[in-house]
């Protein structure tokens, strides 16, 4: 997931990697677990068993937190940003309004972006076409601090940890349609990067593993989240 795309939306850190699964292809007989994730959330093809996710360094910095708690919570939310890129290249607006990667009835405009691209290009009998992929850097868990949680003004709130998530460009997205130019819609140039915030909450849905349901992010250069991203401050070494 890169939640939030849009439209181009302490303790001494322990390093702990999250190496590749070896995961089973899916079967060519569709299962029933196949047919749940396709007919609840449109995802065709359906998805190998376990979900593969990016192997990248997570650190936790939030010395409260236990280091099993911090690992649960980063590869939720590498589930979630794996889902996010399987439902884009399957073009299933479904999928973003189903209440995995984020909670429709707190905030239901989180993926508005990526359904309205997916509508759109079906009705011009296109497709959205994910052309190139940001590369994740990290994923780094922090306490989120109580007064950005109560910003979002969301029920339910986010935990009190968050996920600092770094990566870098190229990635892109496009409208294609048969005769006409691409339509560029979600873009980040090669070269360019973002380090977010991103609060959310654990979720488990039919058919799928635990994931990171999100339900804000902040901007890590911005002063008033610099902090909580626990980053050093500019111009240190």
Same mark, same amino acid.
């Given at each position: 997931?890169?939640?939030?795309?849009?439209?181009?939306?302490?303790?001494?850190?322990?390093?702990?990697?999250?190496?590749?699964?070896?995961?089973?292809?899916?079967?060519?007989?569709?299962?029933?677990?196949?047919?749940?994730?396709?007919?609840?959330?449109?995802?065709? !093809?359906? +998805?190998?068993?376990?979900?593969?996710?990016? *192997?990248? %360094?997570?650190?936790?910095?939030?010395?409260?937190?236990? &280091? $099993?708690?911090?690992?649960?919570?980063?590869?939720?939310?590498?589930?979630?940003?794996?889902?996010?890129?399987?439902?884009?290249?399957?073009?299933?607006?479904?999928?973003?309004?189903?209440?995995?990667?984020?909670?429709?009835?707190?905030?239901?405009?989180?993926?508005?972006?990526?359904?309205?691209?997916?509508?759109?290009?079906?009705?011009?009998?296109?497709?959205?076409?994910?052309?190139?992929?940001?590369?994740?850097?990290?994923?780094?868990?922090?306490?989120?601090?109580?007064?950005?949680?109560?910003?979002?003004?969301?029920?339910?709130? !986010?935990? +009190?940890?968050?996920?600092?998530?770094?990566? *870098?460009? %190229?990635?892109?997205?496009?409208?294609?349609?048969?005769? &006409? $130019?691409?339509?560029?819609?979600?873009?980040?140039?090669?070269?360019?990067?973002?380090?977010?915030?991103?609060?959310?909450?654990?979720?488990?849905?039919?058919?799928?593993?635990?994931?990171?349901?999100?339900?804000?992010?902040?901007?890590?250069?911005?002063?008033?989240?610099?902090?909580?991203?626990?980053?050093?401050?500019?111009?240190?070494?």
């Amino acid at each position: 997931m890169v939640p939030g795309l849009k439209n181009l939306a302490g303790l001494a850190a322990v390093v702990l990697v999250l190496a590749g699964c070896d995961s089973k292809p899916a079967s060519t007989a569709q299962s029933p677990r196949c047919r749940t994730l396709e007919q609840r959330y449109g995802l065709t !093809p359906c +998805p190998a068993d376990p979900l593969p996710v990016e *192997a990248v %360094p997570v650190r936790n910095l939030d010395p409260a937190l236990p &280091e $099993a708690r911090a690992r649960q919570i980063a590869e939720a939310y590498l589930r979630s940003r794996a889902l996010y890129y399987l439902a884009v290249q399957a073009n299933s607006d479904r999928f973003f309004t189903a209440g995995v990667i984020d909670v429709p009835e707190a905030t239901p405009l989180m993926f508005d972006a990526e359904v309205s691209h997916i509508r759109d290009a079906r009705t011009r009998h296109g497709a959205l076409v994910l052309v190139s992929r940001a590369t994740l850097k990290s994923v780094t868990v922090v306490p989120l601090p109580a007064g950005l949680r109560e910003s979002l003004d969301a029920s339910p709130l !986010p935990m +009190p940890d968050a996920v600092v998530v770094e990566a *870098a460009g %190229p990635e892109q997205q496009v409208i294609r349609v048969p005769g &006409e $130019a691409d339509q560029p819609v979600s873009t980040l140039d090669s070269g360019d990067s973002y380090r977010l915030l991103v609060g959310g909450v654990l979720v488990t849905r039919d058919g799928l593993p635990e994931t990171f349901a999100e339900l804000g992010q902040w901007e890590c250069l911005d002063p008033d989240t610099h902090g909580a991203c626990q980053l050093a401050p500019a111009g240190s070494g």
